[in-house]
T-cell receptor, first 114, second 115 residues
Framework: AQKVTQAQTEISVVEKEDVTLDCVYE???????LFWYKQPPSGELVFLIR??????QNEISGRYSWNFQKSTSSFNFTITASQVVDSAVYFC???????????FGQGTRLTINP | GAGVSQSPSNKVTEKGKDVELRCDPI?????LYWYRQRLGQGLEFLIY????????KSGLPSDRFSAERTGESVSTLTIQRTQQEDSAVYLC?????????????FGPGTRLTVL
């Protein structure tokens, strides 16, 4: 069975701090895809990144970076030098090869205080 | 180009009434998905359409829920005899094909409140 766990329900930090959002997943498939989405207060989900199970290279995009470790079934997301505009709910999601649906974690509400 | 659109943005209804929620996917996207997001929760998969194939209805929570899609265009999610536990945001997404790795583009959602 597929499952995604985001153990951190809420995180609050002061602007310019670094923050890491944890994501742990469960799957029996060897081929799968991991995603992060951002849901700002407006409500519309915004795609951030996709990773396939065969690519464990870390990814950096500006202030955002992702650490994928198959050994611990984790796909963590770090925001460096956080900004108030980063405040949102962040979702980690999983899809298995041949399965079209996304399985989402419960989300982490991130608040960046000025 | 235009993104995924949904209507209405908000719907308030009385318990026992039927409601219809509409989704317009991105033009040319063959795959369409419906998800439900309860307050403070993650998204739950409801149903998936891919072209003219039979839809994957495995996520529909009860037979009060149904959805239709004509070809590769608009989809309608219908909830009959609404219950208070149906209150949630209903999100629609589309993707260029139904493969597992394709990014899904989400609409703004319809917030349903059942009184």
């Amino acid at each position: 069975a597929q499952k995604v766990t985001q153990a951190q329900t809420e995180i609050s930090v002061v602007e310019k701090e670094d923050v890491t959002l944890d994501c742990v997943y469960e799957t029996r498939d060897t081929t799968y895809y991991l995603f992060w989405y951002k849901q700002p207060p407006s409500g519309e989900l915004v795609f951030l990144i996709r990773r396939n199970s065969f690519d464990e290279q870390n990814e950096i995009s500006g202030r955002y970076s992702w650490n994928f470790q198959k050994s611990t079934s984790s796909f963590n997301f770090t925001i460096t030098a956080s900004q108030v505009v980063d405040s949102a709910v962040y979702f980690c999601a999983l899809s298995e090869q041949g399965a079209q649906k996304l399985v989402f974690g419960q989300g982490t509400r991130l608040t960046i205080n000025p | 180009g235009a993104g995924v659109s949904q209507s209405p943005s908000n719907k308030v209804t009385e318990k026992g009434k039927d409601v219809e929620l509409r989704c317009d996917p991105i033009s040319g996207h063959t795959a369409l998905y419906w998800y439900r997001q309860r307050l403070g929760q993650g998204l739950e998969f409801l149903i998936y359409f891919q072209g003219n194939s039979a839809p994957d209805k495995s996520g529909l929570p009860s037979d009060r829920f149904s959805a239709e899609r004509t070809g590769e265009s608009v989809s309608t999610l219908t909830i009959q005899r609404t219950q208070q536990e149906d209150s949630a945001v209903y999100l629609c997404a589309s993707s260029s094909s139904g493969t597992s790795y394709n990014e899904q583009f989400f609409g703004p959602g319809t917030r349903l409140t059942v009184l």
